[in-house]
């Protein structure tokens, strides 16, 4: 049996659609519209082809897009300035400070001084309280992208058992709180989990986020298994271009998995679509509108 493979590219322009619709009808009812602010500090290139992608995503979408260049010499302070004139800003609903920052700038003080309210990353420490605590959070894209991909193909989630490989505070801690959220039995595994191919092999659901090549093999997989594998890798290819893989070994596994997401094409394009929700989401919230359908799962897909 060869596992049913999770179109993140498709999943994602179902739910970038259902968000321009929503824009729309925030535009009509209330005359609002979502605004981004991207603030990228310094020239690495593939955070500049990210932060032009969320523009141009936010732009598609119908939300205005404030993007902020500053150079790699920019000091702690500048931009913590940059970052408190965004948080007063009314036109702004959602700020993001593309990361890594230069090494001179401690990038905890500039996620604790972005609002809460505008904290689109989810990455404020309030913003993880209030997903760990219960109450309305802004959560992190990628972690957002993985439960609506599990959903998706799944359905309901209740019951089921949830191994998380890995326990970032960007994605392995509340990818696995959404699922516990989603009534799953959840295990969270790390670098010094006692037999983790074991307890992968106890997974209905694995997410890995581990940032190591291929390293869960097709053996770790139970049969008939949802694999969400977050890892993007780059390794390198005789022609010394290189190709990008995830942390498991995707000709193995979809051997075994009912269901797999590819890398790349799986859990990646999500995480600027759930990005373009929680600025929606932040829109609403910040004016008080209560009457626009944000998408909160993927819409379903419509027959051709
Ligand atoms: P981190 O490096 O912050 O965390 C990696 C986690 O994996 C840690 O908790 C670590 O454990 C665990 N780990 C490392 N080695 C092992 C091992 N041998 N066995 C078990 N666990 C191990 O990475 P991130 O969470 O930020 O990212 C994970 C992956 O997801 C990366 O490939 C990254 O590129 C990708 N990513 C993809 C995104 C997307 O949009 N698709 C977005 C964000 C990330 P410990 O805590 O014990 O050190």
């Not at 989603?182 to 191919?197: F, K, M, P």
Request: hydrophobic share 45%; proline share 6%.
């Amino acid at each position: 049996m060869t596992a049913y493979v999770i179109d993140g590219k498709e999943a994602s322009a179902r739910l970038k659609d259902g968000v321009a619709k929503a824009v729309a009808q925030l535009k009509e009812k209330h005359g609002i519209e979502p605004g981004l602010a991207t603030v990228l500090v310094g020239e690495d290139p593939a955070s500049q082809v990210y932060v032009r992608n969320k523009q141009k995503t936010a732009v598609a979408l119908g939300m205005k897009s404030f993007q902020h260049d500053l150079p790699a010499t920019t000091s702690e302070e500048d931009l913590l300035a940059l970052v408190r004139k965004l948080n007063a800003a009314p036109e702004v609903h959602g700020i993001l400070v593309q990361l890594p920052v230069p090494k001179h700038i401690d990038a905890f003080k500039v996620i604790t001084t972005t609002a809460v309210a505008k904290d689109v990353d989810g990455l404020h420490p309030e913003s993880a309280g209030r997903l760990v605590a219960g109450g309305d959070a802004l959560v992190s894209c990628t972690p957002m992208g993985c439960i609506m991909l599990a959903k998706d193909v799944l359905g309901d989630l209740t019951g089921k058992h949830a191994v998380v490989v890995g326990r970032s505070n960007l994605v392995g801690k509340p990818v696995a709180h959404l699922l516990l959220n989603e009534n799953c039995t959840v295990t969270i595994a790390h670098s010094r989990t006692r037999d983790l191919a074991a307890i992968c092999r106890s997974a209905d659901i694995l997410v890995a986020a581990v940032g190591r090549p291929e390293m869960i093999r097709g053996d770790w997989i139970k049969p008939g298994a949802c694999v969400i594998d977050v890892g993007i890798n780059r390794v390198p290819t005789p022609d010394g271009k290189g190709r990008l893989v995830g942390d498991v070994n995707y000709a193995e596994a979809s051997q075994v998995a009912a269901a797999i997401t590819p890398v790349p094409g799986g859990v990646g394009p999500m995480t600027i679509a759930c990005l373009m929700v929680n600025t929606l989401k932040a829109a609403c919230a910040q004016n008080g509108i209560t009457d626009v359908e944000i998408p909160q799962k993927l819409p379903a897909k419509t027959a051709v």
